[in-house]
């Protein structure tokens, strides 16, 4: 009889004592549970009422006006029909942007030298280049491949020797 009052008193009745009972077992657990769910509220509570305008990529944007040219009417047309052709209007000059000195963009905007020589690889099969005037893996597979069959150390780079050896194969210059 002892040991079924004994039991009794080490369960406590009610569901916040049971509560309290699993979180004395897994204090760990429960202290990760509540940094958790204060970490996601405050997350969306910045989300939806602390940030100033518009959100960038919004995930429920209205959808962009399409507008679809109209094509001009023929002159034959409008001849049949008696009426008086009107001019179109002069088209409106866009401003250019203006250009940044960025040295980055610079060094990975395409260039011609690079467009040649992928031209040149893909002429005589060294490779699926294309012809884009950027330095890619493609470009560079191509000149490993190029710099392989030539018996030149294939390091995919476009130096002074690759390029003297591209050139003779092709009889044109790079430089």
Do not use: C
Not at 93 to 102: G, I, M, V
Request: hydrophobic content about 45%; proline content about 12%; cysteine-free.
């Amino acid at each position: 009889m002892r040991n079924a009052s004994a039991r009794a008193r080490a369960v406590p009745a009610g569901r916040l004592a049971r509560t309290g009972v699993v979180i004395a077992r897994h204090p760990r657990e429960f202290v990760a549970l509540v940094m958790g769910t204060v970490a996601t509220g405050w997350i969306f509570t910045n989300a939806l009422f602390l940030q100033k305008g518009p959100h960038p990529a919004p995930i429920f944007a209205p959808p962009k006006q399409v507008t679809v040219p109209v094509a001009p009417v023929k002159p034959a047309l409008m001849q049949q029909a008696g009426a008086v052709p009107v001019p179109p209007p002069a088209p409106q000059r866009q401003a250019e942007p203006q250009r940044r000195n960025d040295p980055i963009a610079a060094l990975l905007a395409p260039t011609p030298r690079i467009r040649a020589v992928q031209q040149a690889l893909a002429l005589y099969a060294y490779g699926p280049v294309g012809e884009t005037g950027v330095y890619d893996l493609q470009t560079r597979d191509a000149l490993m491949h190029f710099q392989e069959a030539r018996g030149l150390t294939p390091n995919g780079q476009m130096d002074e020797r690759t390029l003297r050896e591209l050139a003779k194969l092709t009889g044109r210059s790079f430089e």
